[in-house]
Structures are given as structure tokens and as C-alpha cells.
């Protein structure tokens, strides 16, 4: 059964970067295709991109400009780099395994943007 | 970018009852829709994908019908354990979308 287990800073200062992990257990990064969302406090769902394992990707437009998303398939996890953050990023990190449904997700890594 | 919009916003039903929610897509995405269920503190879980498709381990109480632009969750013989947000997701077109999400009150 595979798992999704998100890592990185709870905290980042206003300016810099945010930059997570999601590491994929019990099962090959290879072969499937991965997503980043994030939800704000009390808020709806956001999706924020996909990576394909041949290292294609979609970023929402909103975000495109700042939002790198990378696949390392010898480590078996894939990462979010985001930008410029501000108190808005503030958020609930999620990872999810992307069919066009996401049907396996990890339980989310919360990120605050404080200074 | 295709705009998700559900309603209603909150869903109060009583226990034993049946719980409608929808789910409407500015322009047509097929039947390329996935449903999630939200608990408190919890990741999003799978619940419907291709609009009508039950994923493991839910309950045959949960069907999902619809194409094009419209779509229903429906929810039977309603449990406390029920209580949670719902959220549409469509994935026809790039970007993927959420609606805003329906909280369904048991």
C-alpha cells in the first residue's frame, strides 16, 4: 500500500522560499504521476501542480511564476519549491498521487509565513 | 480554467435520511470528476472518480452520477460518521480545479 509522508519547514520568513518533500513508501515513484495542493486555514482545496515521472509538469496559473516542482526517482520522492512567500502561503502542504483523481494522499505538513 | 461550483454551502440532514450534493463545471469535463470527503484535521479521501465510480472502502450508501457539466453526490440512510466537507474536483482540463465544498452537517 503506498504512502505519502510531506517533509520541510514548519516556518518561513516573508520573502523567502518554502521548499517540501514528499516521500513515497511502499511503492515506485516511476510510473505514476504526483500533485502538490495546499489549503489555507479554513479554506477550500488548491491545487498548486503535477509532476509526470518524465519529469513533465503543470503548475496553476496563479502560482506558475513562482512555483518549481522536481522528481528525484533515486530517492523515491519529488519536492515543492515556492518563492517569494507571503502570509497567503500560509497553509496545510498536501502531497497526492495524481491519476487525474488524486487517490492517495499524504496527511498534509502545515506552513506558516512569519517573520 | 474550468470554475468548480457546488452547492449548497452547508447541508444540514438528519440522521437515517438522504443527502443530495452538486456539483456544476463551467464548460463540459465529461465524466472526469472525483469526489473527496473531508474530516477535521484529515487529508482529503478519495470517495468518486470518473463521476461515478466508488473507490475502496466506501460504502454502496455513496453513488455519484452526472456528465458534462453536471454532476451529484448521494449520499443514503445518513450516519453521524457522514459529517464531513465534500469537495468536487474536476480534471478534464489543465489546471485542475476544487470546488469550494459543501459541508454536509449530520
Known amino acids: 500500500q503506498v504512502q505519502l509522508q510531506e517533509s520541510g519547514p514548519g516556518l518561513v520568513k516573508p520573502s523567502e522560499t518554502l521548499s517540501l518533500i514528499c516521500t513515497v513508501f511502499g511503492g515506485s515513484i516511476s510510473s505514476y504521476q504526483w500533485s502538490w495542493i495546499r489549503q489555507s486555514p479554513g479554506k477550500g482545496l488548491e491545487w498548486i501542480g503535477y509532476i509526470h515521472d518524465s519529469g513533465i509538469t503543470n503548475y496553476s496559473p496563479s502560482l506558475k511564476s513562482r512555483v518549481t516542482i522536481s522528481v528525484d526517482t533515486s530517492k523515491n520522492e519529488f519536492s515543492l519549491t515556492l518563492n517569494s512567500v507571503t502570509a497567503a502561503d500560509t497553509a496545510v502542504y498536501y502531497c ?6 488524486l487517490d492517495v494522499w499524504g496527511k498534509g505538513t502545515t506552513v506558516t509565513v512569519s517573520s | 480554467e474550468i470554475v468548480m461550483t457546488q452547492s449548497p454551502a452547508t447541508l444540514s440532514v438528519s440522521p437515517g435520511e438522504r443527502a443530495t450534493l452538486s456539483c456544476r463545471a463551467s464548460q463540459s469535463i465529461s465524466r472526469n470528476l472525483a469526489w473527496y470527503q473531508q474530516k477535521p484535521g484529515q487529508a482529503p ?3 468518486i472518480y470518473g463521476a461515478f465510480t466508488r473507490a475502496t472502502g466506501f460504502p454502496v ?7 458534462g457539466t453536471d454532476f451529484t453526490l448521494t ?9 464531513a466537507v465534500y469537495y468536487c474536483q474536476q480534471y478534464d482540463n489543465w489546471p485542475r480545479t476544487f470546488g469550494q465544498g459543501t459541508r454536509l452537517e449530520i
Request: proline share 0%; charged share 30%; net charge negative.
Open chain 1, 96 to 101: 497526492a498521487r495524481d491519476s487525474g483523481d
Open chain 2, 61 to 67: 450508501r455513496f453513488s455519484g452520477s452526472g456528465s
Open chain 2, 75 to 83: 449520499i443514503l440512510y445518513l450516519q453521524s460518521e457522514d459529517s
Open chain 2, 45 to 47: 479521501r478519495l470517495l
